[in-house]
């Protein structure tokens, strides 16, 4: 058990603890997921760092076309923000999704990324619309693609809350011709984790998909793109052919296991193709809309 909890009022300060606790001291925002790896045992912590008191970093804005979501910010906050529902549609459904209304009222979407699960409800959207992410340690900071968080084992991380701090996620805000969406499959009337879950971002030009970016879980050890679903969508007129033929590239980008918790790879290989071609018209209809 930590025998200190430290609540240091800015982000220097919150790196000089970790940088002089030997890995020892971690960092906490929500804590929905790290209070029970500390409980059963995953983490050995003499010290939790709380960023709670640390203003910039509980804020959304908008900065030269880009939302700014600092580490803080809670899925609640994602919910009930008017920009990320109009500039960041996918990741307002996500975040919708996402646990409970006391989980969401928590959980950080930081948090989401830095736990490094393949289907969060925040971080499959966040890949989709091409968010980088901030992070700070003692010798300085770094930007990286989201995809880069995530190791090549499952639900690993390559960010070490020991000695590092994500501070912001940056996504660009949807512009003229852009739409997203996001959608998940789950047990009805359940607060459970996602069976498979796809977010998709598209740009049209009149009645041509320009770009389309797609993201999916848990098909990978983290969130996959969909790189020839995409590729195979650019460049195309908007038709149920070409949605159609996407969603089963989508397909056979897939890895699912076998789970006891999510359900089969072989029932998971047999819908996802139904969900991408479902994220893809949506995300047409978010733009039309």
Same mark, same amino acid.
């Given at each position: 058990?930590?025998q200190?909890?430290?609540? #240091?009022?800015?982000?220097?300060? +919150?790196?000089s603890?970790?940088?002089? /606790?030997n890995?020892?001291?971690?960092?906490?925002?929500?804590?929905?997921?790290?209070?029970?790896?500390?409980?059963?045992?995953?983490? &050995?912590?003499?010290?939790?760092?709380?960023?709670?008191k640390?203003?910039?970093l509980?804020?959304?804005?908008e900065?030269?076309?880009d939302?700014?979501i600092?580490a803080?910010?809670?899925?609640?906050?994602?919910?009930?923000s008017?920009?990320?529902?109009?500039?960041a549609? !996918?990741?307002?459904?996500?975040?919708? %999704?996402l646990?409970?209304?006391?989980?969401r009222n928590?959980?950080?979407v930081?948090?989401n990324?830095?736990?490094?699960?393949p289907a969060?409800?925040?971080? &499959?959207?966040?890949?989709?619309l091409? !968010?980088?992410?901030?992070?700070?340690? +003692?010798g300085?900071s770094r930007?990286?693609?989201?995809?880069?968080?995530?190791?090549?084992?499952f639900a690993?991380?390559?960010i070490?809350?020991t000695?590092e701090?994500?501070?912001?996620?940056?996504?660009?805000a949807?512009?003229?011709g852009e739409g997203s /969406?996001?959608v998940?499959l789950d047990?009805?009337?359940?607060?459970s984790l996602?069976?498979?879950n796809?977010?998709?971002?598209?740009?049209?030009?009149g009645?041509t998909?320009?770009?389309?970016s797609i993201?999916?879980? #848990?098909?990978? #050890?983290?969130?996959?793109?969909?790189f020839?679903?995409?590729?195979?969508l650019?460049?195309?007129?908007?038709?149920?052919?070409?949605?159609?033929?996407a969603?089963?590239?989508? &397909?056979n980008?897939c890895?699912?296991r076998? /789970?006891?918790?999510?359900?089969? %790879?072989?029932?998971?290989?047999?819908v996802?193709?139904?969900?991408?071609q479902r994220?893809i018209t949506? +995300?047409?209809a978010?733009?039309?809309?």
């Amino acid at each position: 058990m930590w025998q200190a909890y430290l609540c #240091p009022d800015t982000i220097k300060e +919150a790196i000089s603890v970790l940088n002089g /606790s030997n890995g020892m001291a971690r960092i906490i925002a929500g804590g929905t997921d790290l209070m029970l790896d500390i409980q059963r045992g995953r983490h &050995v912590v003499e010290q939790l760092v709380d960023l709670g008191k640390i203003k910039e970093l509980g804020r959304i804005t908008e900065e030269n076309g880009d939302i700014k979501i600092g580490a803080n910010v809670t899925c609640t906050q994602i919910v009930n923000s008017k920009l990320i529902q109009e500039k960041a549609p !996918a990741l307002h459904q996500g975040a919708r %999704r996402l646990g409970s209304k006391q989980i969401r009222n928590i959980a950080t979407v930081a948090g989401n990324i830095v736990r490094a699960q393949p289907a969060a409800d925040t971080a &499959v959207p966040l890949v989709a619309l091409g !968010a980088k992410v901030e992070v700070v340690s +003692a010798g300085g900071s770094r930007i990286i693609d989201i995809l880069d968080a995530y190791g090549k084992g499952f639900a690993t991380s390559t960010i070490d809350s020991t000695s590092e701090i994500v501070t912001f996620i940056t996504v660009p805000a949807h512009g003229a011709g852009e739409g997203s /969406s996001y959608v998940r499959l789950d047990k009805r009337k359940a607060l459970s984790l996602p069976i498979l879950n796809i977010a998709c971002k598209v740009v049209l030009t009149g009645e041509t998909i320009k770009a389309a970016s797609i993201a999916m879980g #848990p098909v990978g #050890p983290g969130p996959q793109r969909a790189f020839d679903a995409e590729n195979r969508l650019s460049g195309r007129t908007i038709s149920e052919e070409n949605t159609r033929a996407a969603a089963q590239l989508v &397909v056979n980008q897939c890895d699912p296991r076998n /789970s006891l918790v999510r359900g089969s %790879r072989h029932y998971r290989l047999a819908v996802i193709g139904t969900l991408a071609q479902r994220a893809i018209t949506e +995300a047409i209809a978010c733009v039309k809309a």
